[in-house]
């Protein structure tokens, strides 16, 4: 205890010396609370997207192989789409089923422009596609709806099987209100599998239209989309000829894409599809964040290291007014390790405080910088996709229209503190190390001879 | 019976060939002052240095107690056992006086309740009051510090006191005082003193004089 004591004391009788080493020590923790506080900041930020948008799953056709041979291939069936969102790895999947279809008794919007020709055929033979039936297993159907773009105005959202909901254009180009019924049809003139939905409600359509009408084929229209449930598109029966599925699985974690890929193999999964995960999305939200990170790691390391070298330096040049006095507290017997131990029990004390106010000053300051940072790496990352691919519209719609992080909420948690306090004892054993190292060397007689 | 025993001791510093002792063998006892003279270089400081177990003989042994120093714990002896009055103080100049001499007491595992009370009557047995403890060793005059040395010496309650030189900067009447604490030490305390000096005065109060005389000891009276 006396030679705690004895610290505090000595820490006062030496003010010059350790008011220096007590602003190196205080500068260096300030940097490295700051360099650690945004980094474990930057860490959860990439952490949440992570499992945000790097778990989003999409089985896509890999066109090259299909290209070279296609010996072997088969599609996914329904049932296998099904089969595959059977699994623990999955934190949610939906499904949308859709069907393009004919008409019976009614026309489509821009049905006159004549575009439809494009998919006619053999008009012999086939039938004009005019429409796209879309059933989706999600109870808010797409984002569209979701958002409000696109709300019901007259009726009620498809409850039963055979329900369906259309635009309000295509329902008064077609004299069409809530309880009537619409006739849809195959492409074939032969086998025309006409079916009869019912009009449960009817929809305001607000969605933008991207392209001009005269490259767009009917059902490429948003306005003549029809929406049923999931069930009712499966189960038509020209849903089984000509119809798709497109699937969402959204994984646990992303680290599962591996564990998920070997357990779709297991379920028929043929190799001509590619299992990834919306790495776009992903990579344009987190860079600005990982490229702070990374400045910041190199930082780090580079104050950390000079900070050392300093620390170590100053050290050394302080040993020599301090060899007389550990001379002077072994001759009167104090043991090895208990000088040591003041010694050490001093830098404790003043890194201690240092600790506390490069903390306090650090997380304050903290923010501000980060922000700077964030500003700065945003203008990078947008100059770089812009001089790369010079097609920054077509990059946002890819996205999903995910917005870049713009703000780096800062906060302080265990495991920065940690780290922090971790940084700050090694700085205070490494000023401490060139007393420690020479007390053990050196006899007491020597030291005390070398002053005399 | 004694106390120290020397026992064929020669010394030479490393790194140089000249040995400052030569075959010394001496006895010291309890209850008794002994003085050593000699002349500047004779060899007092390293002897004194080797019976305080600041460093060790390169041949022949010492013991203390019957053992011998090579094998006890002389970080220990140091603290405990043995006070040394050294010639240039090797207080520590930036903390008080008093500081000085309770970090002795410290060190040494002294069981003393009051430290400080215990430490400022010492001083003021050597003639320093409680301004001039309270003052850093670093703004004291070389009278001071040699009077702090002594009092540093003696707050651990040794068996053996060793002083090198302990009146050089003192006056005559303090001189005088400090011999007088030394030999009440030996005489009523049963310590063991050992004191170097060049001061005839001084040998005056020795029960023992020995001179040592290129690096050997005589017994003188
Ligand atoms: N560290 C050392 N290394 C080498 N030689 C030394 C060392 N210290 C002292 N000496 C030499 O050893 C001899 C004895 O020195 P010592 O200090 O014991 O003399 P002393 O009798 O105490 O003299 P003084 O009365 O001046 O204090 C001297 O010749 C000195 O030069
Ligand atoms: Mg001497």
């Keep these: 205890m006396y030679i705690f004591r004895n610290a505090v004391k000595n820490i006062g009788r030496n003010k010059s010396r350790n008011i220096l080493i007590a602003v190196i020590i205080f500068v260096i923790i300030l940097a490295t609370s700051v360099s650690i506080i945004i980094n474990t900041t930057s860490k959860e930020i990439i952490d949440v997207y992570k499992t945000q948008f790097g778990s989003e799953l999409y089985i896509n056709l890999d066109y090259e192989k299909l290209k070279k041979d296609r010996t072997g291939f088969e599609g996914i069936t329904v049932d296998q789409y099904i089969a595959f969102g059977e699994s623990d790895l999955l934190k949610s999947k939906e499904y949308k089923a859709f069907v393009y279809v004919g008409s019976d008794g009614w026309i489509a919007i821009d049905e006159n422009s004549g575009n439809d020709i494009i998919n006619s055929g053999n008009s012999e033979d086939y039938l004009p596609l005019k429409a796209k039936v879309e059933g989706s297993t999600r109870s808010d159907i797409n984002d569209d709806f979701k958002s409000g773009v696109r709300k019901i105005v007259h009726g009620k959202m498809y409850e039963n099987i055979d329900e369906c909901i259309v635009s309000e254009e295509f329902a008064e180009l077609n004299n069409l209100s809530v309880g009537d019924k619409i006739k849809i049809t195959s492409n074939l003139k032969k086998n025309p599998m006409t079916h009869e939905l019912t009009i449960s409600g009817i929809f305001e359509d607000n969605t933008e239209v991207v392209n001009d009408h005269q490259n767009l084929s009917t059902y490429e229209n948003g306005s003549n989309d029809i929406f049923a449930s999931f069930e009712t598109v499966i189960n038509l029966q020209l849903y089984d000829s000509a119809g798709s599925l497109d699937a969402e699985y959204v994984l646990k974690d992303p680290a599962f894409l591996e564990n998920y890929k070997a357990e779709l193999k297991e379920k028929g999964l043929s190799d001509f599809y590619i299992v990834s995960t919306d790495e776009a999305s992903y990579n344009k939200i987190v860079k600005p964040v990982q490229g702070i990170a990374k400045i910041i790691n190199v930082f780090l390391i580079v104050v950390l290291i000079l900070g050392s070298v300093i620390l170590v330096l100053l050290s050394t040049l302080a040993i020599r007014e301090r060899k007389y006095e550990i001379g002077v507290l072994r001759a009167m017997g104090m043991k090895k390790r208990k000088v040591a131990l003041g010694l050490l029990s001093e830098m404790l004390i003043i890194t201690g405080i240092c600790l506390i106010a490069g903390l306090g000053i650090g997380t304050s300051i903290s923010q501000p910088v980060a922000d700077i940072m964030i500003k700065n790496q945003i203008e990078t990352v947008n100059d770089s996709n812009d001089n790369t691919n010079g097609i920054s519209i077509i990059n946002e719609s890819e996205s999903g229209g995910a917005e870049p992080l713009n703000e780096l909420k800062i906060s302080l948690n265990i495991e920065a503190v940690s780290q922090i306090i971790v940084v700050s004892l090694l700085l205070a054993v490494i000023s401490s190390l060139t007393g420690i190292l020479y007390i053990t060397k050196f006899e007491p007689m020597k030291i005390l001879s070398e002053r005399n | ?221």
């Design chain 2, 1 to 221: 019976m004694s106390i120290l025993t020397l026992k064929n001791i020669s010394y030479h510093y490393s790194g140089s060939k000249k040995r400052v002792l030569k075959n010394i063998s001496m006895e010291f006892e309890p209850g008794k002052v002994y003085v050593i003279m000699g002349k500047s270089g004779a060899g007092k400081s390293t002897i004194l240095s080797l019976v305080s177990g600041l460093d060790v003989c390169t041949e022949g042994k010492i013991e203390y107690a019957g053992t011998d120093m090579k094998s006890i714990d002389r970080d220990q002896y140091r603290s405990k056992n043995i006070g040394v009055i050294f010639q240039g103080y090797n207080l520590l100049t930036n903390a008080t006086a008093l500081e000085n001499i309770v970090l002795s007491m410290n060190i040494s595992g002294s069981k003393e309740k009051d430290k400080k009370k215990y430490a400022y009557d010492l001083l003021e047995r050597v003639g320093i009051d409680k301004e001039t403890a309270d003052r850093k060793v670093l703004k004291l005059s070389g009278g001071e510090q040699q009077r702090i040395g002594i009092a540093r010496a003696i707050s651990h309650n040794p068996d053996i006191i060793i002083a090198d030189e302990p009146t050089g900067n003192l006056d005559n009447d303090t001189e005088k005082n400090i011999m007088e604490i030394l030999c009440a030490l030996a005489h009523k305390e049963n310590k063991c003193v050992i004191a170097v000096t060049h001061s005839k005065d001084v040998s005056k109060y020795a029960d023992e004089v020995w001179g040592l005389n290129s690096g050997s000891m005589v017994f003188v009276k």
